[in-house]
């Protein structure tokens, strides 16, 4: 098994231009989500979903899109990026609801 | 949102001594999570701990999930260069969080001088 995969590793962005932070997993978790990790911060939970075709808002939502039509495959969308935005993201999965949950090895993305 | 309070923020020990964390809530959880983080990397499960009063042991790592259940330590012992990271715990479920979302704390930071 390949676990939490995450593309791409490393992304730099102009304010306003928009891009997917692709996640999969092949452990035919059902429990998916997506954190970000910043100094002081800890991680923040940002979307997350209990199976294909479900998702949710976490702490930190907004400016942020998700989508779930397949198991393995939890995409996160950057609408118009903004330099707040520039964060370490982090995808998860859980086999249970009330499980662990692993992590991808993170997206390091800056918004100029 | 809920945060747990994880002590300490960072530790500088020597090669072969033991080394303590906790993390403590004012809210309880149904579960208790240890994970280690790598520069660079994603945080990676160390231990996870399901009832209270739970203790647990993965090599050198020894957790327990606190009778309260608001809050857990992690142990290890004989530390070794390679234990340096970035220790979390988390918690999940119960009345400090949901079932979906963990509440992470904010770290400690563990250097091992050889």
């Known amino acids: 098994n390949a676990g939490v995969t995450q593309t791409p590793k490393f992304q730099v962005l102009k304010t306003g231009q928009s891009m997917t932070l692709q996640c999969a997993q092949d452990?035919?978790?059902?429990?998916m989500s997506w954190y970000r990790q910043d100094p002081g911060m800890g991680l923040r939970l940002i979307h997350y979903?209990?199976?294909?075709?479900?998702?949710d808002q976490g702490e930190v939502p907004n400016g942020y899109n998700v989508s779930r039509s397949t198991t393995e495959d939890f995409p996160l969308r950057l609408l118009s990026a903004a330099p707040s935005q520039t964060s370490v993201y982090f995808c998860?999965?859980?086999?249970?609801?009330?499980?662990?949950?692993?992590f991808g090895p993170g997206t390091r993305l800056t918004v100029l | 949102g809920q945060q747990l309070n994880q002590s300490p923020q960072s530790m500088f020990i020597q090669e072969g001594e033991d080394v303590s964390m906790n993390c403590t809530s004012s809210?309880?959880?149904?579960?208790w999570l240890w994970y280690k983080q790598d520069p660079g990397e994603g945080p990676v499960l160390l231990i996870a701990?399901?009832?209270?009063?739970e203790l647990t042991s993965n090599g050198r790592l020894t957790a327990q999930f606190g009778i309260t259940r608001k809050d857990s330590f992690l142990n290890i012992s004989a530390s070794i260069p390679s234990d340096v990271g970035i220790y979390f715990c988390?918690?999940?479920?119960?009345?400090?969080?949901?079932?979906?979302?963990?509440?992470f704390g904010k770290g400690t930071l563990l250097t091992v001088n050889p």
């Open positions: 998860a999965s859980s086999y249970r609801l009330d499980n662990e949950q692993f």
């Open positions: 452990m035919n978790h059902e429990y």
């Open positions: 979903s209990v199976g294909a075709g479900i998702t």
């Open positions: 809210s309880i959880f149904n579960t």
């Open positions: 701990l399901y009832k209270a009063g």
């Open positions: 988390a918690g999940l479920g119960g009345s400090g969080g949901s079932n979906y979302k963990l509440t």
